[in-house]
């Protein structure tokens, strides 16, 4: 079967109209109806009903759409392989993330690595948001998964799902037994943060959101690591404002409560070094926006 066949059906199977997939193809309209009815009788399977107000998908087709999808996306991974196999490519990879990205997307995102490039080694360590941005300027981490970026030369950066703000407390707090919290019922409340030297937008976001609604923190302990954080609470130095990423530790002891006011949202950020290891690099962030596309 010509590939390009499989273009044409999922132009037409988007658009719904033989024209604007024409259009959207570069091409003319007869010679689009002809390479469909052509792979009609190829498939000995009817993929459209169509006549002069409209063209619907069969249901046959629509099966065929989702497995012409993987097809031409298994090929353009298959491509890509070969042409780093090509290359030669062999290295490594040093990426870095911040304590509440050790799961969701970033897992994903490096096992599907690992099965497709094993001959890449992933130098993998934990840092702040501020090391991180750091680390990329001087060139020492080529990949960072991060809480802020800024507008900087040879450093690119896509936004991954932001995520909102939960209140973590000991669980034998008073206001444990809620299942929602108001910011004003912390007002109170002895706090546990992270050096705002050490990730200071994400700090100020948190603060933010407090002092909008008359909260003022009493930060009694600092720490930098937000499991860290949670295991403070659990001994009941204080109360946090964490991302809601951070419910995943589900340590004993704690409860994570979202709040009744809409908390504002918490970017999450990949951000990489555009003038080195670009072909590693390529392959890992297109594997980021397969899992989390835009």
């Known amino acids: 079967m010509d590939i390009r066949k499989l273009h044409y059906f999922i132009a037409v199977a988007e658009e719904l109209h033989f024209h ?26 009817k993929l459209f009903e169509r ?20 097809i031409l996306s298994q090929l353009e991974r298959s491509i890509k392989t070969v042409q780093l196999a090509s290359q030669g490519i062999i290295g490594h990879l040093n990426i870095a993330f911040i ?18 490039f094993p001959q890449i080694q992933l130098n993998l360590r934990e840092m702040t948001s501020a090391q991180q941005w750091q680390a990329l300027h001087d060139g020492t981490l080529h990949i960072g998964f991060l809480r802020f970026i800024e507008p900087a030369k040879d450093i690119n950066h ?4 932001n995520e909102t703000l939960v209140a973590v407390l000991p669980d034998q707090h008073p206001l444990a037994k809620l299942p929602t ?7 109170s409340e002895p706090f546990i943060f992270f050096p ?10 948190i603060m933010g959101f ?4 008359g909260v003022y923190p ?34 004993s002891g704690v409860v994570f409560r979202p709040f009744e006011e809409t908390a504002p949202p918490v970017p999450f950020y990949a951000a990489w070094r555009t003038d080195t290891n670009q072909a590693i690099i390529s392959a890992f962030v297109e594997i980021l926006k397969e899992k989390n596309p835009s």
């Open 99 to 116: 304590g509440s990205a050790e799961g969701g997307i970033m897992v994903d995102v490096l096992k599907i690595f690992r099965e497709r």
């Open 158 to 161: 896509y936004s991954l799902n």
């Open 20 to 45: 604007r997939a024409a259009e959207k193809l570069n091409m003319t309209q007869p010679p689009l109806s002809q390479q469909i009815q052509a792979l009609e009788q190829e498939l000995g399977v």
């Open 196 to 205: 705002r030297h050490l990730g200071l937008p994400f700090h100020d976001l």
């Open 210 to 213: 407090c002092a909008e609604h």
């Open 51 to 70: 006549n002069k107000r409209q063209v619907r998908i069969t249901p046959a087709g629509s099966i065929f759409l989702e497995e012409a999808k993987m």
């Open 181 to 187: 919290l108001s910011v004003s019922s912390l007002h």
């Open 218 to 251: 009493n930060v009694v302990q600092e720490a930098i690591q937000m499991y860290t954080i949670v295991n403070l609470v659990a001994a009941n130095l204080g109360v946090s404002i964490v991302p809601s990423s951070v419910s995943v530790f589900q340590r």
